[in-house]
């Protein structure tokens, strides 16, 4: 039998805490009607401000179509508005009062729900996991 290398250790150990970290963060989101593909668009809207459908699909790294579906739903619970741009072709999406409210109760959640993860783990081992995932993330693009 081989022994994994630190790489095989590595990502194997990130696709086991994947899912479960996926199905708590779900959970908490469940109150608010949303699933983490949708969180992830809410709070970048409320992070960074105003975009459109397309700049969405770039930051979030998908396809312009699964956007388009995650903003329907959005608009529908009421968390974000479309507007039209200069180009009627163009439109922007921006958080309505609720959607702000929305996604500062959820990061409130978030936070110590994550804080409950990361718990005994020194500050030094989190800023270098957070760093080595930076890495990576840059080596796939």
Not at 30 to 37: H, V
Not at 74 to 92: A, F, H, N, Q
Not at 98 to 122: E, N, R, T, W
Request: neutral net charge; aromatic residues 8%; glycine residues 4%.
């Amino acid at each position: 039998m081989a022994i994994p290398t630190k790489e095989l250790q590595f990502f194997g150990q990130y696709a086991k805490v994947h899912r479960p970290l996926l199905n708590e963060i779900n959970a908490v989101l469940a109150e608010y009607r949303l699933f983490n593909s949708q969180w992830t668009i809410l709070k970048l809207l409320f992070q960074e401000g105003d975009m459109t459908p397309a700049e969405i699909a770039t930051k979030q790294q998908v396809e312009k179509p699964s956007v388009t579906k995650i903003l329907q739903r959005l608009e529908e619970l009421t968390y974000i508005e479309v507007r039209p741009g200069e180009d009627k072709r163009e439109k922007w999406i921006r958080l309505t009062e609720s959607g702000h409210s929305v996604c500062q109760a959820i990061m409130g959640k978030l936070d110590v729900l994550y804080k409950g993860f990361l718990k005994g783990i020194p500050i030094e081992n989190i800023e270098i996991a957070t760093a080595v995932l930076t890495h990576i993330l840059e080596n796939l693009k």
